[in-house]
Structure formats: C-alpha cells, structure tokens
C-alpha cells in the first residue's frame, strides 16, 4: 500500500522559511491529488494546501501569499515552500496523498507528520 513520509520541519524564528518535502511510495499510478495538512494541539486538522496532478492548486487563506505548494508527478513527491512563517504557522504539518479507489471515490493516505514551530 501507498506509504509517504515527510522531511523538513523543524524550529524557525518569525519570518524565516521552511520547506517539506513528502515522497510517495507503494503505488504504481500517480496520485490524483496530494497535499498538506497541519494540526496544533487541542485544534482541528486543517487543509493548509493542495494540488492536483494536472497543477491546480488550494490554499488555506491564512497561507496565501506565502506558502506554495509544488508536485513532481514523475517523483510522488510534494513539497511545501513556507515563506514568512508566523507563530500562529506552529503545527504538526501531515502529507496527504488521494488516489481514485474505483469510479469517482478516492482513498487517502497519510504521513507520520513532521514538526513545524515557529517562534515569536
């Protein structure tokens, strides 16, 4: 089955930049979508950005402007500039990869998570 594993969190001070990296494994088709989610403690998970295997991308509005989100296709592999981070960017940052299961449904897989902390 589908395996990813993210590198490139770590701890930054207000400002500064980071970026991640999440490779894909264990599929012989490319992924219909991959993307980035964070979760802080005690707070929801929540998308941060996405893009799909054709290049169209989502952002959260709280990222806009300074993150961007990039896809090899040929590699699985996505990655998350982060420009200008701010406190309030300090999460648990998860890769997600969606692949169509038959049809129009879709399974996602994800990562173990990578640290990201931000500090004031």
């Known amino acids: 089955q589908v395996q990813l594993v993210e590198s490139g969190g770590g701890l930054v001070q207000a400002g500064g930049s980071l970026r991640l990296s999440c490779a894909a494994s264990?599929?012989?088709?490319?992924?219909?979508?991959m993307g980035w989610y964070r979760q802080a403690p005690g707070k929801q998970r929540e998308l941060v950005a996405r893009?799909?295997?054709?290049?169209?991308?989502n952002y959260a509005d709280s990222v806009k402007g300074r993150f961007t989100i990039s896809r090899d296709n040929a590699k699985n592999t996505v990655y998350l500039q982060m420009n200008s981070l701010k406190p309030e960017d300090t999460a648990v940052y998860y890769c997600?990869?969606?692949?169509?299961?038959?049809?129009?449904?879709?399974?996602?897989?994800w990562g173990q998570g990578t640290q990201v902390t931000v500090s004031s």
């Open positions: 997600n990869a969606e692949y169509f299961s038959g049809g129009l449904h879709t399974q996602n897989y």
């Open positions: 893009i799909t295997s054709g290049g169209r991308t």
């Open positions: 264990g599929s012989i088709f490319s992924a219909n979508a």
